[in-house]
Each structure stands twice: as C-alpha cells, then as structure tokens.
C-alpha cells in the first residue's frame, strides 16, 4: 500500500513498525505523526541531550503580542497577553513576570503577575532589578541542564519588574541574542503601557 510521498522537510524518523526512515511534519504540541510508508502512528521525543541550537521567531507574532498590548486597557490585560505572547514564540519552560510593589523595610516586595511552569525565586529578580541589566545564569548541577534568561522590566526611567525565563537545557550564544532581542521588545513595550493603565 502506497501512503503518501514526501519531500525531505521536517525532522527525521524511523518507523517503529516498518522500519523506514522518512522526513516527517510533526505536530507541535505532542510531536506526533504518520510514517508516510505504511501509515502508522509515530512519535517524535524530545532531543533533551544537546543545547537549543534553533529558535525561529515569526516576526508576525511579535507584531500581532505589540498590537494587542497596545489595545489594552487595564494592567491584568498586558501582562496576561505579554506572559501569553512569550510564550508562544520563545518558547520557554517556564516563565514568571515579577512586579515592583514597592519598599517594606528597606525590601524591595515583588508580585508575580503572571507565571507558567518553574522558575527561580525572587532572589533572581531582585539581582536584576538591583543591576538593571540583563542576565542569564546556567545551572548543570541537577538533571535536567538549566538554562535563566532574565531581564529587569522598564517602564519610562524606573525598572517596574522583571521577567525570568528559564529552559530545561542550554541554549546557544545566537539563540540568547535571539531570546535577549525579543523579551527585550516586548517588555519595553508592556511597560510603557502598563505603566499608563495601571
């Protein structure tokens, strides 16, 4: 029986069953597709060993988070859809946005306005708001490796928060310029507007 033909995009697969190797499409999320050999239903895990060497951003998708945030009118909104829009196109494990609530005692308090899977503490954005820079930090004492990308939230002169992203492995030097470009753009933007509503 004769599936389909295909042409060689996608990521490469052996079948389990037929044992044929092809070049598949997969569905993302749950990376599934059909061996276009003999049709059967075929998984795709995760390559976990090696950094993360490819991130393709949609331009489009950066435009489309900017327009949204732009037509929002309370600061709940900005930051669902900046928490939503990062997620989508970088991509990230876990990702939490932090927010300066002020000074008690000589401490700075933060609250999470928004948060997806794991992430560090409020040491981590307290560093970044202290240093108002950008910062990453590499952890590969634990299963799995453990990529932080992180970067003080600005809004006008003062920084208003911070956002931390974090990936269950490494990334490479031009995905981090990559991640440091978009988070960047995006956040420059909520925070000017989430300054303005809130």
Known sequence: MRVSSRTPEGEPL?????????????????RDSTCPNC???AWVPLNLTGPISDLPVDSSAVTSVVNSIARCDNSRS???????????????DGIVIWVLE???AN?????????????????????LLSMRRVKTKRKDCVEPFK??????????????GA?????????????????ERVAGSLAIVAASKFCRVN
């Open 14 to 30: 052996e079948c389990r069953i037929c044992g044929q190797r092809s070049f598949v499409l997969l569905s993302d999320p749950p």
């Open 107 to 127: 401490e700075v308090r933060l609250n999470p306005i928004a948060q997806h899977g794991e992430c560090g503490g409020q040491s981590f954005a307290r560093e």
């Open 147 to 160: 990529f932080s990308f992180g970067l003080p939230w600005q809004g006008t002169s003062r920084a208003i």
């Open 102 to 104: 002020g000074y008690y």
């Open 78 to 92: 900005v930051s669902a859809i900046l928490n939503s829009g990062l997620r989508e196109i970088l991509r990230p």
């Open 163 to 179: 956002i931390e992203l974090s990936y269950a492995r490494d990334v490479t030097e031009d995905c981090e310029k990559i991640i």
């Open 39 to 41: 049709g059967c239903l």
